[in-house]
C-alpha cells in the first residue's frame, strides 16, 4: 500500500508512513514541536461532474483526497487541544500524476514558494515560529 512496496528490516515488515498518517504533525508534535507549519500537497479538486465521468478509479481517488483532508483536520484540531498551533498551508498542483517522479524537484521547488510566500503574506507567524523555536513564546 501506499507509493513504496512494504519492506522487511530485522523480521519488522515497514510500510509507507503516508499509509497511516499522509502529513505527519503528529509525529512533529512528539519531537517537542509546539508551532508547527506544514505544507500538504494535493492536486486541484475535480468536478463532481469530472470525477463521475472518469469511472471508478477516479471516485476511488477522490474519495481518498476527502479522507486525507479529514485526517488532517482531525489532528490539527486534536493537537489545537493540547495547545500546538498548526498552520497548514496548500499547495495545488496541477497536471501532476500520483507516480510522476520526475516532478519531484519542481514541486519541492514549488514548495519553497509556497511557504516564501505564506511568510511574506504572515510576517507575524515567522516571528512566532523563530521565538518558538529560540525556546521562548
Do not use: W
Not at 498518517?21 to 494535493?42: C, M, N
Amino acid at each position: 500500500p501506499g507509493v513504496f512496496a512494504p519492506r522487511t528490516i530485522n523480521g519488522r515488515i515497514y510500510i509507507d508512513g503516508g499509509v497511516r498518517s499522509y502529513l505527519p504533525i503528529q509525529a512533529a508534535y512528539a519531537f517537542g514541536a509546539t508551532d508547527i507549519l506544514t505544507l500538504l500537497v494535493r492536486e486541484a479538486a475535480p468536478t463532481r461532474k469530472s470525477v463521475l465521468a472518469s469511472g471508478a478509479f477516479s471516485v476511488l481517488e477522490r474519495s481518498v483526497d476527502l479522507m486525507i483532508d479529514e485526517q488532517v483536520e482531525n489532528v490539527a484540531s486534536s493537537l489545537s487541544h493540547l495547545g500546538v498551533r498548526t498552520t497548514v498551508i496548500d499547495l495545488v498542483v496541477k497536471d501532476t500524476a500520483m507516480f510522476s517522479f520526475a516532478a519531484i524537484p519542481g514541486l519541492i521547488e514549488d514548495g519553497r514558494k509556497a511557504m516564501r510566500a505564506y511568510m511574506r503574506e504572515h510576517p507575524e507567524a515567522l516571528a512566532q515560529f523563530t521565538s518558538s523555536a529560540n525556546g521562548s513564546k
